[in-house]
C-alpha cells in the first residue's frame, strides 16, 4: 500500500523504514470530497493528520469582518495539519475541495494507537509510545520515569592497567622462577603464591576499576566513586539546568594521555563549589560534545514544554475554566502547623514525614548513642550506688554516700537532657521550595536557622566511609550552592543515598510547578490582552492567529503564519513536537566508545536505540 500512498515523500514519514510505513497503511482512512465540500472548518477542533491523495483544495482564512483570505492551494501529495497529531489543536483556517478530492486522515487517536502497539514507532517520532518503561540502570537509586540514558562508562581502561602492570611483573617473574627451579614442591609453592599475591591484586585493581561509572542522561550527569578496602562511596549530581561551562585537557605530563585519547573532563557550574572534575575519561572531545548537545537538547525540550503549557492554560482560559487545581493547591498555606505523620524508629526517628509534606531528617542514632552514653552511663553508676549505700553501708556512711549518689544522679540526667535535647533538635527539613538547617542549644544558648532555596543548588553529592558508615548506612549530604563560598552539609545522617535523591527529586518538580505557575501568569496576562484587543471578536480564532494556541493549518510540517495574504514558515515548524535527544555514545567494536556525529536534521534520520546496563562496557 504504501507504493501507492507515497508515504516516503512525506516529511514526517521520511525517516521511516519500510517496515514501519507499512504500519501506518492500515491506520490510514481515505475520504472523499464534492467539488466546494469543506474538508474542515475554522475554530473546529484539528483531530489528524490529512494528505492529499488526489484532486485540489484551497486553504483560506476568514476574518473577523467576514472577509476570506486565501492561504495556499494544496495538491495531490501534500500533506496538512500534522502538528494535530502531537497535540490538541485549532483549525485556525477553512480547506474546501476545489475539485473532486480524495484524502487520507490519520486521527490523533489511531496514532496513539500506533504507538502503544509498536514502541518502536515511538522511538523514531522521538515520543513515548504510552507505555511506561522500567528503570534500565541499577547503579544509581532512582532514574526517573521520564529519563533518558545517553552514556553509561567507567573510566579509560588505561587507569587500570597503568597500576596493573607492577603485579603482572611480578607474575611473570615468580612464573620463571617456578620453571628454572629443580625442586618440585617450592616450584608448586611459588606457581601457587603468584596467584595468590599478583593474583588478588590484579582482581582488586580491576574490581576497583569497575567501581567507578560516569552516568549521562537527557537530564543531569552522575559520577559513582567506590573504595573498596576503604568502604568508601560518593555519588555526585549534577542537573543540567546547572551546566555553563564544559572543558577538557589532555594532561601535558602524560604522554599516553594523546596516545591512548583518554583526559580530564571539567564541567563548571554557576558556583566553583559545584564544578565536577572527571579524570580519565574516554574520547574526552566526544564526552564534551555529547553534553553540548544534551544541554541544547534540554533547554529545547523545557522550551517546548513551556509553550505547551502556556497553550494548555490559554485554552483553559478560552473555556473560561477555573486554574489548575495542582497549581492553586500549592498556593495555599493552611494555618495549621504541621504535625508528624510518620517516623521511621519511634523515639528515635531519624526521618519524619510531616502532614504538609515536609520530611525531617535528624542525625544517625549512633550520633545519639554515642553523646548519651556517658551520661547514661553516670546515671546507671549513681543509681546502682544509691542501691547499694540502701542496703549495704552503714548509717554513718550513708551520710556522704547518698549525697554524692544524688548529685551525680542529677548532673548525669542534666548531661542526658543537654545531649539529647541537642540531637533532637539539630534538624535537617527538606520541602518542596526550601532546605532548612536548624541547630539549636538548649537554654536558648545557641538557635541557628539557615534556609536554602532548591533552585540555588548547583549539585548535590552524597559521602560513605568507614566501615562504622557502611554498617549502620550513614554518610554525609553536601550541597553546592550558587555564589556560595561553602558549601551545605548534613552531616551523619541515615541513608545519604536517599536524602540526595529527595533533594534532587525537590529540585525536578520544583522546575515543573515554576514553569506551570509561569504559564498561568502569562494566559492571564494573554487572556487580558486579547479581551481588550478582540472587543466582541471570537478570542478562539484570535487566539489561534497570533499563534498562542496551536495552530493545525501547516503544509508538510510547515507552519502558515498568515500575514498580509502570504505563506511563510514559522521560526520552528515543529514546535508541537518533542525535542530530539543527541546522539548516545554507544560501545564500538574495538571497545574503545565513539560518538556518532550530532543529529543535523531531526527529521532525516532515526533516535537511537536506548543504550542498556547489560550491554559491554565502554573504555
Known amino acids: 500500500m504504501q507504493e501507492k500512498l507515497g508515504l516516503e515523500s512525506i516529511p514526517l514519514f521520511a525517516q521511516l523504514s519500510p517496515s514501519q510505513r507499512d504500519l501506518i497503511g492500515p491506520a490510514l482512512e481515505r475520504r472523499a470530497y464534492l467539488a466546494g465540500e469543506d474538508i474542515f472548518v475554522q475554530g473546529s477542533t484539528a483531530d489528524g493528520m490529512i494528505i492529499i491523495v488526489s484532486g485540489e483544495a484551497l486553504l483560506f482564512r476568514t ?33 474546501r475541495a476545489a475539485q473532486p478530492v480524495t484524502v487520507l486522515k490519520l486521527t490523533r487517536a489511531a496514532f496513539t494507537r500506533l504507538l502503544e502497539e509498536h514502541p518502536d514507532l515511538g522511538g523514531a517520532f522521538a515520543v513515548s509510545g504510552g507505555r511506561e518503561q522500567a528503570p534500565i540502570s541499577p547503579q544509581f537509586a532512582e532514574q526517573r520515569e521520564d529519563e533518558e540514558i545517553l552514556l553509561q562508562t567507567h573510566r579509560h581502561w588505561w587507569s587500570f592497567l597503568r597500576r596493573a602492570w607492577l603485579p603482572l611483573l611480578l607474575m611473570l617473574l615468580m612464573w620463571i622462577g617456578a620453571f628454572l627451579l629443580e625442586i618440585q614442591i617450592l616450584s608448586l609453592a611459588l606457581l601457587g603464591l603468584s596467584l595468590v599475591l599478583p593474583g588478588m591484586s590484579l582482581i582488586y585493581f580491576y574490581l576497583e576499576w569497575r567501581n567507578d561509572s560516569v552516568i549521562v542522561t537527557d537530564q543531569r550527569i552522575i ?68 553534553i553540548i548537545e544534551d544541554r541544547e537538547y534540554f533547554e529545547n525540550r523545557q522550551a517546548q514544554r513551556h509553550h505547551k503549557i502556556v497553550r494548555a492554560e490559554l485554552q483553559r482560559w478560552m473555556a473560561r475554566e477555573t486554574d489548575d487545581p495542582s497549581i492553586a493547591a500549592s498556593s ?3 494555618d495549621e502547623p504541621p504535625k508528624p505523620v510518620r517516623g521511621t524508629n519511634g523515639y528515635l526517628s531519624s526521618r519524619i514525614e510531616m502532614s504538609n509534606g515536609d520530611i525531617v531528617y535528624r542525625k544517625h542514632m ?26 549495704l553501708i552503714s548509717p554513718d ?23 539529647d535535647w541537642d540531637w533532637r533538635n539539630d534538624l535537617y527539613i527538606i520541602s518542596d521550595d526550601t532546605i532548612t538547617l536548624v541547630h539549636k542549644r538548649p537554654f536558648f544558648l545557641q538557635s541557628l536557622r539557615d534556609q536554602i532555596l532548591v533552585e540555588r543548588i548547583d549539585n548535590v553529592e552524597s559521602v560513605t566511609r568507614g566501615i562504622f558508615a557502611a554498617l549502620m548506612k550513614y554518610g554525609d549530604v553536601r550541597m553546592s550552592l550558587v ?37 498561568m501568569q502569562q494566559r492571564q496576562i494573554l487572556g487580558e490582552y486579547l479581551d481588550t484587543v478582540n472587543s466582541g471578536s471570537a478570542p478562539l480564532n484570535s487566539a489561534a492567529a497570533v499563534g498562542l494556541i496551536p495552530s493545525a493549518v501547516s503544509i508538510d510540517g510547515e507552519q502558515l503564519v498568515p500575514e498580509d495574504g502570504a505563506i511563510r514558515p514559522a521560526n520552528n515548524p515543529d514546535r508541537n513536537r518533542p525535542a530530539r535527544l543527541p546522539r548516545k555514545i554507544l560501545p564500538a567494536s574495538t571497545g574503545v566508545s565513539a560518538a556518532r556525529p550530532a543529529i543535523k536534521n531531526p527529521e532525516s534520520s532515526r533516535r537511537p536505540q536506548r543504550f542498556r546496563s547489560d550491554s559491554p562496557d565502554q573504555n
Open 63 to 95: 476574518d473577523a469582518d467576514g472577509s476570506q483570505t486565501p492561504l495556499a492551494t494544496i495538491m495531490a501529495g501534500q500533506s496538512i495539519n500534522q502538528e494535530a497529531l502531537f497535540a490538541e489543536a485549532i483549525q485556525a483556517a477553512t480547506m
Open 332 to 334: 495555599v498555606h493552611s
Open 397 to 419: 556512711l550513708r551520710i556522704v554516700t547518698m549525697p554524692i549518689a544524688f548529685v551525680a544522679l542529677l548532673v548525669g540526667c542534666l548531661a542526658y537532657y543537654w545531649m
Open 223 to 290: 559520577r559513582i566513586s567506590r573504595t573498596i578496602l576503604a568502604l568508601y562511596r560518593q555519588i555526585t549530581q549534577v542537573g543540567l539546568e546547572s551546566v555553563h561551562e564544559i572543558n577538557f585537557e589532555f594532561p601535558s605530563y602524560d604522554p599516553f594521555a594523546r596516545l591512548f585519547r583518554y583526559g580530564k573532563v571539567i564541567v563548571k557550574t554557576a558556583g566553583a563549589q559545584g564544578n565536577l572534575e572527571l579524570d580519565f575519561m574516554p574520547n574526552p572531545e566526544q564526552f564534551q560534545k555529547l
Open 483 to 519: 555564589g556560595a563560598d561553602e558549601p551545605k552539609m548534613f552531616q551523619r545522617v541515615s541513608n545519604p543515598q536517599e536524602i540526595q535523591q529527595e533533594i534532587s527529586r525537590r529540585q525536578h518538580n520544583k522546575a515543573e510547578r515554576r514553569a506551570k505557575y509561569d504559564a
Open 366 to 391: 549512633s550520633v545519639w548513642a554515642q553523646h548519651t552514653f556517658i551520661p547514661i552511663l553516670i546515671i546507671l553508676v549513681s543509681l546502682a550506688s544509691l542501691a547499694l549505700s540502701a542496703m
